[in-house]
């Protein structure tokens, strides 16, 4: 009979470590996975929130284009709204800082002074933890993060500067409603109609500077200085004029630009205004 020598190496784990350190290490990938993968998803989602708003925000732009600028009466957009909620904020009167205000001041032709306030009322949107802000204010989209200084202007207003003839055209689009609304989030429906309250305002044979001023929200909640001033030195090739004018009632300065200036040769400066507001039907 022959006779097997048992090897001490050869002896089996118990099965019950064995499940242990697997059940250790699934339970560990979970833990990492929540830990450090679910956040990363949760931000990627919010980013992709984001850029979906910013393309309804450059629609509703377009909309309301059609709406100022030529004669189509009615426009009606469905936007979906996911990790945050958009709101209306209307105009409240010429002169109304509520939201911040742009402010134009000139001279006429017989040198008389003249002012023109334009309320920023705009369409806002604002992610759910409040660190994103995406608003379509003036003709313009901009986006500010709280938790970042400054913000960025993604579309840019209708405005013009031809130079051959000194003459600038500034359209100033507001938007208003008859009925207060709520905010809204998943699927909504805007409808919007071309407003009555249109008007023009042209000036010829300037030969006096053009001055803007941009008022941000007295709150500092909604501040788009950084945008509109990038807009008006880059793309209008305005200049600042220092010092910053300081509100009692304001939280931020108010930004002074010079728009143009006579430079002594060639045609005097025209000026052409128009202010467009947008009526609010449902929301």
Request: contains cysteine; proline residues 4%.
């Amino acid at each position: 009979m022959n006779l097997r020598k048992c090897d001490s190496k050869e002896g089996a784990a118990s099965e019950a470590i064995g499940f242990m350190l697997i059940f250790a290490m699934v339970i560990a990938g979970i833990g990492l996975v929540t830990l450090y993968g679910y956040p990363i998803l949760l931000q990627q989602q919010s980013t992709a929130n984001e850029r979906i708003m910013e393309k309804n925000m450059i629609v509703l732009q377009n909309d309301m284009k059609s709406l100022a600028y030529k004669t189509v009466p009615f426009k009606e957009t469905s936007l979906k709204v996911d990790g945050g909620a958009i709101s209306l904020f209307e105009w409240v009167g010429p002169t109304a800082s509520s939201n911040g205000n742009i402010t134009l001041d000139f001279h006429d032709s017989l040198g008389n002074h003249l002012t023109e306030t334009f309320n920023l009322s705009e369409i806002r949107y604002e992610s759910t933890d409040g660190t994103t802000h995406i608003s379509l204010q003036n003709g313009a989209v901009v986006k500010r993060q709280n938790l970042v200084q400054g913000s960025v202007m993604l579309a840019e207003p209708r405005w013009f500067y031809d130079q051959l003839t000194n003459t600038m055209v500034l359209n100033f689009i507001s938007v208003n409603s008859t009925n207060t609304y709520e905010s809204r989030t998943g699927i909504s429906t805007i409808q919007m109609g071309a407003g009555t309250s249109t008007f023009y305002n042209i000036t010829s044979n300037i030969d006096q500077p053009i001055y803007l001023e941009y008022t941000p929200d007295p709150t500092g909640i909604e501040d788009y200085t950084t945008a509109w001033d990038n807009y008006l030195m880059n793309t209008m090739k305005a200049t600042r004029v220092l010092p910053d004018k300081q509100y009692p009632l304001n939280a931020l300065p108010t930004k002074r630009y010079t728009l143009w200036t006579y430079s002594g040769t060639g045609p005097k400066g025209t000026l052409v205004l128009k202010n467009t507001t947008i009526m609010i039907n449902s929301f």
